[in-house]
Nanobody, 125 residues
């Protein structure tokens, strides 16, 4: 059974940092797509970053380039997202996702079949 469980969300002031974790089970980290997305109430889910674990190639949304960093620990089956220099516009529910059959891992929802339940990130000005 595939499971993804996010943690690490919270409330921070602008300029602060958070580290999100996504503990996974039920699949191997080998040669798959993993990604982070976010969603604000009333808006579509937005891709933040995708990574192909075969060669660690990443694709970031322009809005987070240079501020957010994705990483993986295959020994723990865990995905991370380091959020630095946070802005109020980064406030959202953040979701991790897995796409088990792709090699082009853009942060687009159609590539990913499995999703976590989300963790809230709130950035105050």
């Amino acid at each position: 059974q595939v499971q993804l469980v996010e943690s690490g969300g919270g409330s921070v002031q602008a300029g602060g940092s958070l580290r999100l974790s996504c503990a996974t089970s039920g699949f191997s980290f080998k040669n798959i797509c993993l990604g982070w997305f976010r969603q604000v109430p009333g808006k579509q889910r937005e891709g933040v970053v995708g990574i192909y674990t075969g060669n660690n190639e990443t694709t970031y949304a322009d809005s987070v380039k240079g501020r957010f960093t994705i990483s993986t620990d295959s020994s723990k089956n865990t995905l991370y997202l380091q959020l630095n220099s946070l802005k109020p516009d980064d406030t959202a529910v953040y979701y991790c996702a897995a796409g088990l059959s792709g090699r082009v891992c853009y942060p687009k929802t159609g590539i990913y079949q499995y999703w976590g339940q989300g963790t809230q990130v709130t950035v105050s000005s």
